[in-house]
């Protein structure tokens, strides 16, 4: 999974069957806090919005999964609002032991 | 998925028989700024009403074929929507 921030939304009249009433949600992928240049146009599954940093699943056969299809092109799901990530600093870990 | 702006079309007479009927669009990569980011790909078209100058997005490799009826065939990018609205708020 990746952690993500959602940047906008994406609507399309014309498109798949399987995007009929989906929410698209432009993510911005993050690093260490810092957004990246790469982003996913994800399929939201828990109510995310703007502004927010999320977990995005991006694997096809579990994202299939969690909408109960045997097929469809669908791959990236945002799956869970982020409260906090704690990570250190590269270099900063304690010696071992 | 990414988005794409679709800049052409490509047609193939001589192509696999699982490609038979297929639409084929050449889509440059877009960023959310929606500038051009990144090789342009041929991607087979799954929604049948995309053509030069949709803004859309697509779905690339495994997920591609998933598009595609029936779901085995030889595409690696697939064009899944015609985009309305990108709506980023500042």
């Given at each position: 999974m990746k952690v993500g921030r959602v940047i906008g939304t994406v609507t399309s009249?014309?498109?798949?069957?399987?995007?009929?009433g989906r929410r698209l949600l432009v993510c911005d992928l993050v690093d260490r806090g810092r957004t990246t240049n790469d982003y996913l146009i994800c399929v939201d599954r828990v109510g995310a919005g703007v502004g927010e940093t999320v977990v995005i699943l991006d694997e096809g056969t579990s994202a299939r999964q969690m909408f109960a299809?045997?097929?469809?092109?669908?791959?990236?799901?945002?799956v869970g609002i982020v409260d906090d990530i704690h990570e250190q600093e590269t270099g900063t870990e304690p010696p071992p032991l | 998925m990414k988005l794409g702006l679709v800049r052409g079309a490509v047609v193939a007479?001589?192509?696999?028989?699982?490609?038979?009927?297929m639409k084929l669009l050449v889509v440059q990569p877009l960023n959310t700024a929606q500038e051009p980011d990144g090789d342009v790909v041929v991607a087979a078209d799954a929604v049948f009403q995309a053509g030069r100058g949709d803004l859309v997005y697509f779905v690339a490799s495994r997920e591609a074929a998933e598009a595609?009826?029936?779901?085995?065939?030889?595409?690696?990018h697939a064009i899944v929507g015609i985009v309305d609205a990108v709506d980023i708020p500042t």
């Open positions: 009249t014309v498109n798949h069957e399987f995007f009929d299809i045997e097929t469809g092109p669908i791959r990236s799901v945002v | 007479t001589v192509k696999t028989p699982a490609m038979d009927g595609m009826e029936p779901q085995f065939v030889p595409v690696d």
